[in-house]
């Protein structure tokens, strides 16, 4: 069975320093989100992706935030100038028809901002 | 703004006995209501979702799930636990229309004892 697959798993990064995140979704599915989970809360919405254009974004998807589907393939969240509050637990997550349908979430990567 | 409220936080249970976790949720239209499942060091798995007929919704393990829209409730049920239930639940709800974020729960740990 075809799985969303996510790199790095774990990352630790400098404050100022800019990350990207990738994601490889499953290959039918054309609607993309990502999501994050700070330790000890809820996971929340930043974004969702679709033919090539943000669908929405929440507030925590600022102008530091970025997302990208460049090859086709993987999808990619760049954050440019990391602070301590991006640590967290970021999943990606993809949809196979329309935003309705089920979605199916990556393993996650953990990010750590010293 | 749609909201989901999980109540129990951390439920301890002994195998064999019966689950419930309650889910509430907030939203001024139709929706479509999920449970996830994130086992100890894995990703986001889907138990269950409901988005029409039957509020009774089957899923995967022998959980079962009521959508109750009087009372905006999607509770979790099972019957009888095994260990291998210990794990994260998160209930999550998105809209039947444009906005495709799903808005989970804060989730409930649920930690099964031999």
């Known amino acids: 069975e075809p799985e969303v697959t996510q790199t790095p798993s774990h990352q630790v990064t400098q404050m100022g320093q800019e990350v990207i995140l990738r994601c490889v979704p499953i290959?039918?599915?054309?609607?993309f989100y990502w999501y994050r989970q700070i330790l000890g809360q809820k996971v929340e919405f930043l974004v969702s992706f679709y033919n090539n254009e943000i669908s929405e974004k929440s507030e925590i998807f600022d102008d530091q935030f970025s997302v990208e589907r460049p090859d086709g393939s993987n999808f990619t969240l760049k954050i440019r100038s990391t602070k301590l509050e991006d640590s967290a637990m970021y999943f990606c997550?993809?949809?196979?028809?329309?935003?309705?349908?089920?979605?199916?979430f990556g393993p996650g990567t953990r990010l750590l901002v010293l | 703004a749609q909201s989901v409220s999980q109540h129990n936080h951390h439920v301890i249970l002994s195998e064999a006995a019966s689950l419930e976790l309650g889910c509430n949720y907030s939203?001024?239209?139709?929706?479509?209501l999920f449970w996830y499942v994130q086992y100890p060091g894995q990703h986001l798995q889907l138990l269950l979702k409901?988005?029409?007929?039957?509020?009774l919704v089957k899923g995967i393990k022998g959980f079962e799930a009521e959508f109750i829209k009087s009372k905006f409730s999607f509770n979790l049920r099972k019957p009888s636990v095994q260990w291998s239930d210990t794990a994260e639940y998160f209930c999550?709800?998105?809209?039947?229309?444009?906005?495709?974020?799903?808005?989970f729960g804060t989730g409930t740990r649920l930690q099964v004892t031999l």
């Open positions: 997550a993809g949809a196979r028809g329309n935003p309705q349908e089920t979605q199916y």
């Open positions: 409901y988005f029409s007929g039957d509020p």
């Open positions: 999550a709800v998105h809209g039947t229309g444009t906005a495709s974020k799903l808005t």
């Open positions: 939203y001024g239209g139709t929706v479509n």
């Open positions: 290959s039918n599915h054309l609607y």
